[in-house]
């Protein structure tokens, strides 16, 4: 493996590797495709989609806090949503929130992240998870991490794949390659590269096939590594980042952000960082069969709702009353409006107090085209 | 023609027809179909559906007010309307309204009409209206009916037919029979009869055959002629009428009202009177050819509005913002919330501060169901 950059070979040896594992939990997407359920004021993971009485947020926390400690999880978060991640994770500490004063995308979160917890603790390993995914199943869940955590000790960038239950086209997926021989790591696979969300047929292909994974965005890397690879491609971005996470706990820390954190170039870490170590063969994978989801539209939400109950229409508001016949489709009630389905099947129906919803499973993709169409339009008051 | 009970035969000679005639407009049904726009407090006939804004109410008045003066229309509504009624038609004077304490469906109303217009001008010929109905050419509407009232005049219970321009499966027909030869009525047929609402098939054949008009619920008749028809049929209701119309000017009307009233038997004019004179052969019917519509349910709503635009989707409501791409349907908006749409065709929104109804054209007409289903609920705050 290349060694340019930061050095990483020979760290790891002085602790167990799943001791110098911390968190990170990067919540900034609003998920608009949920909107009007998810907006600027309420993203994603601050609902409750799965009806367990907690936020997603939280349930990342809860799922998380047994693996690394709850004094180990960061949160790299919006200003805007400070309050409510506090809120909803009292425990967690000053020192693990990352604020953002405006979103830079997945690279400069985590990377940010991953500069601070090195100067803080050289040698780190970081699993980054996101805040809005649901995870049915916490304990196999656990058990890939520690074997993604053993690859990352040994210098890979590990992520974890999710053993497809049907051809989603809604996921990317990943291609898995040959085993790799790694203490710890029993199942771990080299991962020849990702491929994004493909079509049907492609996606049924996959399936078969038996060596694709879906995508689930979850990187655990020595934090050390995560910035190597990242100053490969992203030099600039890398630079911004170690200038801000040297100032990060000194009393310079606002007036470099205010300067530095504008610049930063916004790219999602799948292309900075993932793809690129999957091409120089340092890309690893452990393949996993716990239940999954992004919930990443309205048609996802609905069936996570369902629970596989194909003949229901799923209805989530705590104070939701429909009457209906339907026997598909989602409800989303936020306002206890008494709300009327007549003969419509597969259908979304979103109540929130200053916007209403009306499409079908099939079109839930399209949620985000009416989003960017209100931000065009100027109405951005209801997004 | 049958002489018993009221005698109507050399009636009519003293003063021209239509200086006899008196308009009755029934404004009592709330049109569930429309449900939730229309409902209890907010009847139908309230509304403005066609976007002229005026309500439906007030069009009929001024619909009828060239025919037969604005002082000689009688109102029959519920006591819960009369504020209403009363803000849509200042005009309107006391003697003209009759409040029903709860509806007694039109027999009744129109019944009561036409017995305390009998003993106030012997000989008067009343027409009834609805309230809620739409015309698109009040001149030709005058025209039939000054046919009609010549009908009326001779002792016949006339109505006015409404040339179908499609296989309407909404509404109902009636069977056109020969030419009647009366002055002052030259393109009156006699009716053999009504039939109810026919299949897409029967109704298809109906158009061709060039018989059948659609039933707009219209009749002209002479108070006594109606009377007398009433109690072949309804002996004890005609009784009761007559009861309270013999009180109606005097002090003893509400004692009258509250014993005599709600023992009323409810059943509609086209069962009591309609039929059973197409049976005895004196129902007369004027083909009329001006637009009319009866906005039953939201699916007639949506054409009215889309006004023959077919590749429109119909928006009502003053303050209605609507993000869409669905080419067909109706949005109703009574909130002023956002409403976004998207992939959904021949969609029915109706957005209203405490109900929201979503459905489809095609099932419109199921809409009443969902009423009759929160009725049986005991959830009438929405009704």
Same mark, same amino acid.
């Given at each position: 493996m290349a060694q340019n950059g930061y050095s990483w070979s /020979?760290?790891?040896?002085?602790?167990e590797a799943v001791d110098r594992f911390y968190s990170v939990i990067p %919540?900034?997407?609003? /998920?608009?495709?949920?909107w009007p359920l998810s907006r %600027?004021? %309420?993203?994603?993971?601050?609902? *409750?989609?799965?009806?367990?009485?907690?936020?997603l947020l939280r349930a990342t926390w809860d799922r998380l806090a047994p693996i690394s400690?709850? *004094?180990?999880i960061m949160v790299v978060t919006g200003r805007a949503h400070r309050a409510a991640v506090e809120a909803q994770l009292p425990e967690l500490a000053d020192e693990n929130v990352v604020l953002e004063s405006e979103g830079k995308d997945s690279s400069a979160a985590i990377g940010l992240a991953a500069a601070i917890l090195e100067r803080r603790q050289p040698g780190v390993i970081i699993g980054s998870f996101a805040a809005d995914h649901v995870i049915g199943d916490n304990r196999r869940f656990r058990q890939a991490v520690v074997e993604a955590i053993a690859l990352a000790d040994e210098g890979y960038v590990a992520t974890i794949g999710i053993q497809p239950t049907e051809p989603a086209i809604g996921f990317g997926y990943i291609d898995c390659g040959d085993r790799i021989e790694i203490e710890g790591a029993p199942s771990a696979l080299r991962a020849n590269g990702f491929v994004e969300k493909p079509d049907l047929d492609t996606a049924r292909a996959y399936v078969e096939s038996g060596t694709y994974l879906w995508n689930a965005g979850m990187f655990i890397v020595r934090a050390d590594r995560l910035l190597e690879q990242l100053g490969k491609t992203q030099p600039e971005l890398l630079a911004g980042l170690l200038e801000l996470a040297e100032a990060w *706990?000194?009393? *310079?820390r606002g007036v470099v952000v205010d300067r530095v954190w504008p610049r930063l170039t916004k790219i999602a870490i799948d292309y900075s960082v993932a793809e690129p170590s999957a091409r120089e063969g340092v890309l690893a994978v452990i393949p996993a069969d716990f239940p999954w989801d992004d919930v990443g539209d309205f048609a996802s939400l609905a069936k996570l709702q369902a629970g596989g109950r194909k003949s229901d229409l799923a209805i989530l508001g705590e104070n939701a009353r429909v009457l209906s016949d339907s026997s598909s489709g989602i409800v989303v009630s936020e306002t206890g409006r008494l709300i009327s389905l007549i003969g419509v099947e597969n259908i979304v129906v979103v109540d929130t107090p200053d916007a209403l919803l009306v499409t079908t499973a099939e079109h839930a993709q399209r949620v985000k085209s009416v989003v960017d169409a209100l931000k065009v339009s100027g109405r951005t008051e209801v997004l």
């Amino acid at each position: 493996m290349a060694q340019n950059g930061y050095s990483w070979s /020979g760290r790891g040896t002085e602790t167990e590797a799943v001791d110098r594992f911390y968190s990170v939990i990067p %919540a900034g997407g609003i /998920g608009s495709r949920l909107w009007p359920l998810s907006r %600027a004021n %309420a993203p994603k993971f601050l609902h *409750d989609l799965t009806g367990s009485g907690q936020t997603l947020l939280r349930a990342t926390w809860d799922r998380l806090a047994p693996i690394s400690g709850g *004094d180990r999880i960061m949160v790299v978060t919006g200003r805007a949503h400070r309050a409510a991640v506090e809120a909803q994770l009292p425990e967690l500490a000053d020192e693990n929130v990352v604020l953002e004063s405006e979103g830079k995308d997945s690279s400069a979160a985590i990377g940010l992240a991953a500069a601070i917890l090195e100067r803080r603790q050289p040698g780190v390993i970081i699993g980054s998870f996101a805040a809005d995914h649901v995870i049915g199943d916490n304990r196999r869940f656990r058990q890939a991490v520690v074997e993604a955590i053993a690859l990352a000790d040994e210098g890979y960038v590990a992520t974890i794949g999710i053993q497809p239950t049907e051809p989603a086209i809604g996921f990317g997926y990943i291609d898995c390659g040959d085993r790799i021989e790694i203490e710890g790591a029993p199942s771990a696979l080299r991962a020849n590269g990702f491929v994004e969300k493909p079509d049907l047929d492609t996606a049924r292909a996959y399936v078969e096939s038996g060596t694709y994974l879906w995508n689930a965005g979850m990187f655990i890397v020595r934090a050390d590594r995560l910035l190597e690879q990242l100053g490969k491609t992203q030099p600039e971005l890398l630079a911004g980042l170690l200038e801000l996470a040297e100032a990060w *706990d000194t009393p *310079d820390r606002g007036v470099v952000v205010d300067r530095v954190w504008p610049r930063l170039t916004k790219i999602a870490i799948d292309y900075s960082v993932a793809e690129p170590s999957a091409r120089e063969g340092v890309l690893a994978v452990i393949p996993a069969d716990f239940p999954w989801d992004d919930v990443g539209d309205f048609a996802s939400l609905a069936k996570l709702q369902a629970g596989g109950r194909k003949s229901d229409l799923a209805i989530l508001g705590e104070n939701a009353r429909v009457l209906s016949d339907s026997s598909s489709g989602i409800v989303v009630s936020e306002t206890g409006r008494l709300i009327s389905l007549i003969g419509v099947e597969n259908i979304v129906v979103v109540d929130t107090p200053d916007a209403l919803l009306v499409t079908t499973a099939e079109h839930a993709q399209r949620v985000k085209s009416v989003v960017d169409a209100l931000k065009v339009s100027g109405r951005t008051e209801v997004l």
